[in-house]
């Protein structure tokens, strides 16, 4: 039973992925009136639930990992229950967030209400290369001190973090910028590429703590900081960058 219990942690990160996704659909895009008179189509605020229930996922995702480790019950059937988790949570919900971004991004545009599905499926290439990832990772033995491609559950926050972005902006330009298609076109590309590259990442394994290796995580913890304190959930995603930057700046060191 003892050995089980790591599973149950997974199972709970796939819960939590099923409820962010609920959120994501539920419901959906609506119509309201501005103060003008004019219709505008609008993200419901309660798309922030799924980005907290994305979150939960991630520190649960963390936890089943340090429980299977701390019990000696890691199994090869918790390594596949936690990429098929993953898979859902850190790819499924994330693309469903930018699926509805990008609804509000064509509804901006004359009859965009109307737009064809086929332009919101490119936002499934998220969930895919995440697959990808997870699926390659499995049988790659070569990853004990650091990442071939960056993690899923990396790219997974950093899409979850799109709503609050929006919802809490205090700047036109970052609103703007939210409800470009253009963005999340590149968004989903550059995410996608970056989970199905081989470019080293940096990962919390080390063979020997030190203040080199150390300088990196530190680095983006700062960025991460003075972000918040200006921007404020912008800090996610940008530090998410900085960690791509800083992964590459860094390669050498955990190569």
Known sequence: MIKQIPNLFTLANLFLGCMAILYILQPGLTLTVSAEGENLVVLPERIMFAGWFIIAAAVVDFFDGFVARALGASSELG?????LAD???FGVAPGMIVLQFLRLSYAQDAGGLDTSILLLL???LIPCAGA???GRFNIDTTQQHGFKG????AAGLCIASF??????ATDAWIIDLLENKFFWFGIILLISYLMVSTLPMLALKFKSVSLKVLLPFLIIAGIGIVTALFFGWL???V???AYVGLSLAFKQTHS
């Open 122 to 124: 490119p936002s499934f």
């Open 150 to 153: 960056v993690p899923i559950p």
């Open 163 to 168: 709503p609050f972005v929006f919802w809490y």
């Open 239 to 241: 530090g998410f960058f």
């Open 87 to 89: 898979v859902v949570s």
């Open 235 to 237: 800090a996610v995603p």
């Open 79 to 83: 390594k596949q229950l936690d990429s």
């Open 132 to 134: 990808y990832r997870l």
